[in-house]
């Protein structure tokens, strides 16, 4: 098994009892209790773009993995439109020490 299973494995057992509504808010908690030290790969910052303005979102997921644990975790997006341009690691932040 991989990292990357092993920590959404894990992060669906943790976050399961919480019952979040919104991915937000999960990936509020993830930053708030500095969980991206303990889901390095799977959890990070995403460059986020919406009708031509760009920011970066901490705490979020690459898109393949945010789609099981929104469904895993019934978690609904508030209905934005706002894509995700770039995924980049919790653990190649912390590496570098510098934000994509």
Excluded at 41 to 53: L, P
Excluded at 55 to 79: A, M
Aim: hydrophobic share 30%.
């Amino acid at each position: 098994m991989g990292k990357c299973h092993e920590e959404l494995e894990q992060l669906l057992a943790e976050m399961r009892p919480l019952n979040f509504t919104y991915s937000k808010q999960l990936s509020a908690y993830i930053v708030k209790h500095q969980l991206g030290y303990k889901y390095p790969n799977i959890s990070g910052i995403v460059k986020m773009e919406e009708e031509g303005r760009e920011w970066y979102f901490h705490g979020g997921f690459p898109t393949d993995i945010y789609q099981i644990i929104c469904r895993e975790l019934n978690l609904d997006n508030q209905g934005t439109t706002a894509k995700p341009i770039k995924f980049t690691p919790f653990k190649t932040v912390y590496s570098t020490n510098e934000e994509p």
